[in-house]
């Protein structure tokens, strides 16, 4: 009988602490909270939640875990080992741990003889009595206990002998899980693989050599009569652009746990990235990690984190970046059409994402068709349509335009072609005068706007902190009696780029415009010397495909009725 065994990988989420430590980033006890639920959907097993004593807001996020306990994973607290010349039991951070009442606590102690005598200003015998008087104490109180070992590949490079060391009595003092941690984000992948094999090698023998000797007569260090093996788990970074690479490294090597942020969130160059460890450690490799209908969710998760820090998501990430499964060649396209396989290495719905055709002067016919498409329009590539469509974004794109990073306005411009375009409102025209005062940081504008809509004229005035944020507002207040969904919809971002810069000021201007309802989220263009013209093509088509959208929504239900 054969069965289908997938060994089990344990993910350990620090977002929370190491991944807010990113320069730029910063999140409430609201954020937090929200952020730990979302991985508590996505089937995290332990997610650390921060430090509690070293700042009021991980104090109070650990009590309100307290009151509303997530429902799958472990959440976990974290802390340094004692100071040194004390006792644990007399160290005022344990108790703040202690109090945050997690049945996991991970504690970090230093492994590079050079943090310890430089930096700790310590002796390396009194950092092995931190170390373990902290994990001995934490297990009397009823706490389970990871030991994360600071620098340790640095560390073991310099001095493996003490590096092993501070591993031994971690073990010896009931840590569960050793996890090798590369600080610095200096190591490659052959030294990973090459350390952690010997880590695992001697910790190994260190246990069988202990169970033979069982006294403490015998080996001199108290609680080796009952040592056991702990499990060995892996935290890497990402300052070599190895921290994926490094994690996996050590998972082949025997690894059984891997710590990393949502998006590799982290200080400096950032930390493993899970949403890429998953999919590699679990379709790639075979292990388990997370559900598939979790992993499904993956996407959605990396975008919802970073949502909630207010940082734009990388849309060129590996397996959930919105690029991730994008196609722009005519070749590539037409080859996807007929076997995915072809330019894709996943499936992207197994992560949760999708796939994309990109349209710009490069695409072929084929892009055009699959688009389309995309937007529910079947196009017949031996009709005029089609051919005329592509030639229609050649020349746009050949004056500036850019339908790759605007697919609202090539969905319009498709429905034009085909005669289909629904005329909502039509401008007539709009006056913006704006009041530049001396001395005065703030600046106001006022727009004026006359609209048809129904064949009845309106002219709306409307003020705003500038000229495109007056235009916006004067527009909406023209159109919303009419209607009135454009109250739900929210322009989310606003980008200028500069197309001929050795013009100066005459240069012609990009203006790419993000709208939203609350539920999906569409990008315009507008090209133009003008800037405000630029921006008022895209913020009228971003209005108009905004309408698009409510009206094929409602005609769906009706139809469904």
Same mark, same amino acid.
């Given at each position: 009988?054969?069965?289908?065994?997938?060994?089990?990988?344990?993910?350990?989420?620090?977002?929370?602490?190491?991944?807010?430590?990113?320069?730029?980033?910063?999140?409430?006890?609201?954020?937090?909270?929200?952020?730990?639920?979302?991985?508590?959907?996505?089937?995290?097993?332990?997610?650390?939640?921060?430090?509690?004593?070293?700042?009021?807001?991980?104090?109070?996020?650990?009590?309100?875990?307290?009151?509303?306990?997530?429902?799958?994973?472990?959440?976990?607290?974290?802390?340094?080992?004692?100071?040194?010349?004390?006792?644990?039991?007399?160290?005022?951070?344990?108790?703040?741990?202690?109090?945050?009442?997690?049945?996991?606590?991970?504690?970090?102690?230093?492994?590079?003889?050079?943090?310890?005598?430089?930096?700790?200003?310590?002796?390396?015998?009194?950092?092995?009595?931190?170390?373990?008087?902290?994990?001995?104490?934490?297990?009397?109180?009823?706490?389970?206990?990871?030991?994360?070992?600071?620098?340790?590949?640095?560390?073991?490079?310099?001095?493996?002998?003490?590096?092993?060391?501070?591993?031994?009595?971690?073990?010896?003092?009931?840590?569960?899980?050793?996890?090798?941690?590369?600080?610095?984000?200096?190591?490659?992948?052959?030294?990973?693989?090459?350390?952690?094999?010997?880590?695992?090698?001697?910790?190994?023998?260190?246990?069988?050599?202990?169970?033979?000797?069982?006294?403490?007569?015998?080996?001199?260090?108290?609680?080796?009569?009952?040592?056991?093996?702990?499990?060995?788990?892996?935290?890497?970074?990402?300052?070599?652009?190895?921290?994926?690479?490094?994690?996996?490294?050590?998972?082949?090597?025997?690894?059984?746990?891997?710590?990393?942020?949502?998006?590799?969130?982290?200080?400096?160059?950032?930390?493993?990235?899970?949403?890429?460890?998953?999919?590699?450690?679990?379709?790639?490799?075979?292990?388990?990690?997370?559900?598939?209908?979790?992993?499904?969710?993956?996407?959605?998760?990396?975008?919802?984190?970073?949502?909630?820090?207010?940082?734009?998501?990388?849309?060129?990430?590996?397996?959930?970046?919105?690029?991730?499964?994008?196609?722009?060649?005519?070749?590539?396209?037409?080859?996807?059409?007929?076997?995915?396989?072809?330019?894709?290495?996943?499936?992207? @719905?197994?992560? *949760?994402?999708?796939?994309?055709?990109?349209?710009? #002067?490069?695409?072929?016919? +084929? %892009?055009? /068709? !699959?688009?389309?498409?995309?937007?529910?329009?079947?196009?017949?590539?031996?009709?005029?349509?089609?051919?005329?469509?592509?030639?229609?974004?050649?020349?746009?794109?050949?004056?500036?335009?850019?339908?790759?990073?605007?697919?609202?306005?090539?969905?319009?411009?498709?429905?034009?072609?085909?005669?289909?375009?629904?005329?909502?409102? @039509?401008?007539? *025209?709009?006056?913006?005068?704006?009041?530049?005062? #001396?001395?005065?940081?703030? +600046? %106001?504008? /006022? !727009?004026?706007?006359?609209?048809?809509?129904?064949?009845?004229?309106?002219?709306?005035?409307?003020?705003?902190?500038?000229?495109?944020?007056?235009?916006?507002?004067?527009?909406?207040?023209?159109?919303?009696?009419?209607?009135?969904?454009?109250?739900?919809?929210?322009?989310?971002?606003?980008?200028?780029?500069?197309?001929?810069?050795?013009?100066?000021?005459?240069?012609?201007?990009?203006?790419?415009?993000?709208?939203?309802?609350?539920?999906?989220?569409?990008?315009?263009?507008?090209?133009?010397?003008?800037?405000?013209?630029?921006?008022?093509?895209?913020?009228?088509?971003?209005?108009?495909?905004?309408?698009?959208?409510?009206?094929?929504?409602?005609?769906?239900?009706?139809?469904?009725?």
């Amino acid at each position: 009988m054969t069965t289908n065994y997938s060994p089990q990988l344990w993910l350990y989420d620090t977002t929370l602490r190491d991944g807010t430590q990113r320069e730029g980033l910063s999140v409430s006890i609201e954020d937090k909270l929200r952020i730990a639920k979302r991985l508590d959907q996505l089937g995290i097993p332990f997610i650390e939640g921060g430090w509690p004593g070293a700042n009021p807001k991980d104090v109070q996020f650990f009590w309100q875990l307290q009151e509303d306990p997530l429902k799958h994973s472990e959440v976990v607290a974290f802390c340094s080992t004692r100071r040194p010349n004390t006792t644990a039991a007399e160290e005022p951070m344990l108790q703040a741990i202690l109090a945050a009442g997690t049945r996991w606590v991970t504690i970090f102690g230093k492994s590079w003889d050079l943090h310890v005598t430089a930096g700790l200003k310590t002796t390396l015998e009194e950092n092995l009595a931190m170390i373990r008087d902290t994990i001995e104490y934490l297990r009397s109180q009823g706490r389970r206990t990871i030991y994360d070992a600071e620098h340790w590949f640095d560390g073991y490079k310099h001095n493996p002998s003490y590096a092993l060391q501070t591993l031994e009595t971690a073990m010896a003092s009931g840590a569960e899980w050793l996890v090798l941690c590369d600080t610095n984000g200096g190591t490659l992948p052959h030294e990973v693989s090459q350390i952690v094999q010997t880590v695992i090698s001697h910790l190994s023998l260190v246990s069988q050599c202990v169970a033979e000797v069982p006294s403490v007569e015998a080996t001199g260090v108290i609680g080796q009569e009952t040592m056991t093996m702990p499990q060995i788990g892996i935290h890497t970074h990402n300052d070599s652009e190895m921290a994926v690479a490094n994690a996996v490294a050590a998972v082949m090597a025997g690894a059984k746990m891997v710590q990393g942020t949502i998006n590799g969130y982290g200080e400096r160059c950032g930390n493993a990235n899970l949403c890429s460890l998953i999919p590699n450690l679990q379709l790639k490799l075979g292990y388990s990690c997370i559900a598939e209908d979790q992993l499904t969710q993956l996407t959605e998760a990396s975008r919802f984190v970073s949502e909630v820090v207010n940082l734009a998501p990388d849309e060129h990430a590996p397996f959930v970046g919105r690029s991730a499964f994008a196609h722009k060649g005519g070749i590539h396209v037409s080859a996807v059409e007929r076997n995915p396989l072809t330019y894709e290495h996943i499936q992207p @719905e197994q992560v *949760g994402n999708r796939r994309r055709i990109v349209i710009s #002067e490069q695409s072929g016919l +084929s %892009n055009v /068709l !699959a688009k389309a498409r995309s937007f529910g329009i079947e196009l017949d590539q031996l009709k005029a349509e089609a051919k005329q469509i592509l030639q229609r974004i050649k020349d746009l794109e050949s004056e500036g335009f850019q339908f790759e990073a605007a697919e609202a306005s090539f969905a319009l411009l498709m429905h034009e072609a085909l005669g289909g375009r629904p005329k909502f409102f @039509e401008v007539k *025209g709009f006056q913006v005068h704006c009041d530049l005062i #001396e001395g005065k940081e703030a +600046s %106001n504008a /006022l !727009a004026t706007i006359k609209v048809a809509v129904d064949g009845k004229n309106i002219l709306e005035a409307a003020e705003g902190n500038g000229p495109v944020a007056a235009l916006d507002a004067a527009l909406r207040k023209a159109l919303v009696n009419f209607y009135p969904q454009i109250a739900t919809f929210d322009l989310t971002d606003y980008k200028v780029r500069i197309l001929n810069g050795h013009t100066g000021t005459a240069a012609k201007t990009r203006v790419l415009v993000e709208s939203g309802n609350g539920h999906q989220r569409w990008t315009t263009v507008g090209v133009s010397t003008n800037i405000l013209e630029a921006s008022y093509q895209a913020v009228v088509e971003g209005l108009e495909y905004g309408l698009l959208l409510h009206s094929q929504a409602a005609a769906a239900v009706k139809a469904s009725s």
